[in-house]
C-alpha cells in the first residue's frame, strides 16, 4: 500500500491504496493500455440506465450544468473548508459567509456556468441575454446558504476533527478491477473506529428508494477496508435538504457482498461493451435526463457506437 498527495479541485488530499498518481480517471473496460476501474457514481449509472452509462462513458455526450448540481458543490466546498478554521470559528454565520466566495471560486474555474443565471432576451424565447440576473443568483445562494446553516442543526463542527476531507480512495482487486472514489469525510474515533460521512444536499429519500445511496457508501467502506484492513464502524449520511442523518453499520458480510455484486457488474459492464449492447432502461429519473435526444425511449437514436464490436456466438458456433 501506498499513501500520495494528491490535488483534486483545487485542494489537497491523500490517496491511499494502488495509485496510478491521477486524481480520478475516467472509469471504462480495459482498452488502450488503461486498467478497469470502477466509481460508485459509475456502477449507479449502470445499474440505473446501462444506455446512460455509455452515453457518458463511452460516448461521453455533454451534459448541460445544473443549479442544484452546482449549489451541492459550493456547499460541500464550504463544509470542506469551514474545518480549516480553529473549532471555536466554525459557527453558522461564518459558514454562511464563506457561500458566495466559494460560488466566485468555482465560478473562476468553471466560467460557463454563469449561464445558468442568464438574463433571458426579451421576447421570452429562452435564450440567453446580457448579463446575470441578479436576483436569480441571490435566491440560489440564499439556498445554498440556509443548507449549510441546516447543517449546524445535524452536526456540531466544533467537536469534530475529521480523520480526512475530499479524500481521494483508490485500490485494486485481485480480479483486477480498480475502484475509487472520493469520500466527503472521514473520522476516526480514539479507539481507531472508522466512520464515513457523506453530505447530501437534497432530501432523504423513501425507505423503498434508499438502497443506491446505501449501495455508494458501501462501496467507499469497501475500498477503505481493503486498505487499512479495518471495517468501518458507521457509515453516514447527512441530508441537508430534509435535515435528516442515516447511519448504517457494515459488517465483513455486507462488504463481501457488495464485492461480489461488483464484479458481477463489472463483468456486465464488459459484456455490453464487446458487444455494444447498452439497453435503456426507464426509471423516475428520466425526466431529469440530459441525453432523451438520443434515447430509443424517447424516439432518439444513439450515436455510432465508436469502439470494436466483437460479434456474440452461440454455444454450437462456439463449440464447433
Known sequence: ???????????????????????????????????????????????????????????????????????????????????????????????????????????????ELAELFREEEAGGDG??????????LAGWLAEAERLVERWFSLEDPSRLEPAERELFVETELESGLTLRGIIDRVDVAPTGEIRIVDYKTGKAPAPQYSAEPLFQMKFYALVLWRLRGMVPRRLQLVYLGSGDVLTYDPDEGDLRAVERKLLALWEAIRT?????????????????????????????????????????????????
Open 1 to 111: 500500500m501506498v499513501c500520495v498527495r494528491l490535488s483534486v479541485a483545487g485542494r489537497r488530499v491523500f490517496a491511499m491504496g494502488t495509485t496510478t498518481g491521477k486524481a480520478e480517471q475516467a472509469d471504462g473496460p480495459p482498452r488502450s493500455g488503461r486498467s478497469a476501474s470502477l466509481s460508485p457514481s459509475r456502477a449507479s449509472d449502470f445499474m440505473r440506465c446501462p444506455l446512460l452509462y455509455r452515453f457518458r462513458v463511452i460516448d461521453k455526450l455533454p451534459e448541460k450544468p445544473s443549479a442544484a448540481a452546482t449549489r451541492g458543490t459550493v456547499v460541500h466546498a464550504v463544509l470542506e473548508r469551514l474545518f480549516d478554521a480553529p473549532a471555536a470559528e466554525r459557527t453558522a454565520p461564518r459558514a454562511r459567509a464563506m457561500v458566495p466566495g466559494e460560488w466566485e471560486r468555482l465560478l473562476a474555474d468553471r466560467p
Open 272 to 320: 455490453a461493451t464487446e458487444t455494444g449492447a447498452f439497453l435503456p432502461r426507464q426509471t423516475r429519473l428520466c425526466g431529469w435526463c440530459d441525453h432523451q435526444a438520443h434515447c430509443p425511449e424517447f424516439g432518439g437514436t444513439p450515436p455510432p457506437y465508436p469502439l470494436p464490436i466483437i460479434p456474440v456466438q452461440s454455444p454450437e458456433a462456439a463449440s464447433g
Open 127 to 136: 435564450g440567453t441575454g446580457g448579463g446575470v440576473d441578479p436576483e436569480r
